[in-house]
């Protein structure tokens, strides 16, 4: 039997198929990557002071593929292209963008204005897209560094304290760079626009030379050299044959307190020596920088510090900068350099915490045995090796005269003594100089006293 052709029905019929093609586009749509609705992110890697001749960072990104881009600085009712062009479908671009040398630099301010759109079909076909904008206070002149007094002279191993001016109205960081590359931060002395840092030259930098660094918001920089005498010292080196008894007892103890391959059959006694003087100590030399390598330091009136006396009636059992290599069947095998002295007397002496400061640690510390870390301002440590017992805790304040510890045989050492070390910003430098009342009064405290007179002057 036939049936009738019923329109109404047909007519349902279509229009279910097409809310079905409907709906299944908008699902397309709302669904398919090419059509994702994710705006592209514009970064700008900078403050808001701009010295237009140093290029400034910015960061493009999308999530499905940049399509194009436009950058323009608005200033002096101008328009100024800075970058514009196809970005051909990349997730991340980075532009370092400067003003074009044919366009005259704006005198104050300049508004920059970042145009972005991505390859996605959301938006009619047109895009995702962003625009962002950034005032920026234009500042093209260098801050004013000058030097107004230091120590005269700077030796191997040495320390030496520089005091300079470092103006700017938008100043960001005031610090002495050396030659080697090593930081040293800077503190405010007295006055505004006024710095002090102590500085330390390594015993192995013969090419020394030390910059006062100042640099301002939009990125300017200025420095002045710092103008030291250079005094090469010269320290002592010492042969040590390795011996089996040397090789046995102290060597054994570290390693079974600190190498966790101790009760490894292969290891032969070298193999436990060369751990403990290479492996262990670099580490607990790592242990000492972290501690006296402060990030920044407080403002300062005026430095006082006074001669370094650790232990009474010491004696000087060994020297600074001592280079000690060791040697097993005449054939070198070890070297470490002794970056400090070591001083006895009697049994478990007392340790004198000479100056005040704080007890930045105090723990026991691989080859230094049991020791505390004293920071006594200006970014000047003192620490106090192989001690038996610690008489001051982690940030504790230490008073001057008050005892810290106790002489000892804890880490890698062989008699009763103490290993006293001098650290200006994590560098070791010859404790003598520190404990020497002339020394410090020429070269800490007069720098000080002229820097002071000329300030006052100046103002």
Not at 98 to 120: G, M, N, Q
Not at 383 to 411: E, F, N, P
Request: charged content about 25%.
């Amino acid at each position: 039997m036939r049936r009738h052709y019923n329109p109404r029905r047909s007519q349902r019929i279509k229009t279910i198929f097409f809310v079905l093609v409907i709906a299944a586009i908008a699902l397309f749509i709302a669904f398919s990557p090419i059509f994702e609705r994710v705006a592209p992110q514009a970064v700008l890697l900078h403050s808001q002071y701009w010295n237009p001749t140093t290029p400034l960072e910015i960061n493009l990104t999308d999530n499905r593929g940049l399509l194009s881009y436009k950058v323009k600085a608005i200033a002096d009712n101008r328009e100024i292209i800075l970058a514009q062009g196809e970005a051909k479908g990349v997730k991340e671009l980075a532009l370092s963008l400067t003003f074009p040398p044919s366009e005259t630099i704006p005198k104050d301010r300049v508004v920059l204005v970042i145009e972005a759109l991505d390859s996605s079909l959301w938006n009619f076909f047109y895009g995702n897209s962003v625009e962002t904008s950034k005032e920026f206070i234009i500042d093209k002149d260098a801050p004013i560094v000058n030097i107004v007094a230091n120590s005269y002279s700077i030796a191997s191993g040495g320390s030496a304290l520089a005091i300079f001016e470092a103006s700017d109205p938008n100043i960001d960081e005031v610090k002495v760079v050396t030659k080697s590359g090593k930081v040293f931060v800077a503190a405010q002395f007295y006055k505004p626009r006024y710095y002090a840092a102590l500085i330390a030259r390594d015993i192995n930098d013969r090419d020394f030379a030390a910059y006062a660094i100042a640099t301002d918001l939009a990125g300017n920089q200025n420095r002045a050299r710092i103008p030291l005498y250079l005094k090469d010292v010269r320290y002592k080196e010492s042969a040590i044959k390795l011996t089996k008894t040397f090789l046995e007892g102290k060597v054994d103890d570290l390693n079974f307190r600190y190498n966790s391959r101790a009760n490894d059959a292969e290891l032969t006694p070298l193999d436990r020596f060369i751990f403990v003087n290479e492996a262990l100590r670099e580490k607990s030399l790592k242990t000492i920088e972290e501690h006296t390598s402060p990030s920044k330091l407080p403002s300062i009136d005026y430095f006082e510090i006074g001669a370094f006396r650790p232990l009474a009636n010491a004696k000087l059992v060994a020297g600074f900068g001592e280079r000690r290599v060791y040697s097993l069947d005449s054939k070198k095998v070890s070297e470490s350099y002794h970056l400090g002295i070591d001083l006895a007397s009697v049994r478990e002496a007392s340790v004198i915490a000479s100056n005040e400061g704080a007890t930045v640690y105090s723990a026991e510390n691989g080859v230094y045995g049991n020791m505390p870390i004293i920071h006594h301002g200006l970014g000047l440590f003192t620490l106090y090796g192989h001690c038996t017992h610690l008489y001051i805790a982690q940030g504790d304040a230490a008073k001057r005269g008050a005892q810290v510890g106790t002489t000892g045989t804890t880490g890698f050492a062989f008699g009763d003594h103490t290993h006293f070390e001098a650290r200006v910003q994590g560098v070791a430098v010859t404790p003598i100089e520190w404990m020497d009342a002339a020394w410090i009064k020429a070269n800490i405290n007069k720098v000080q006293d002229d820097a002071k007179k000329i300030i006052d002057g100046r103002s």
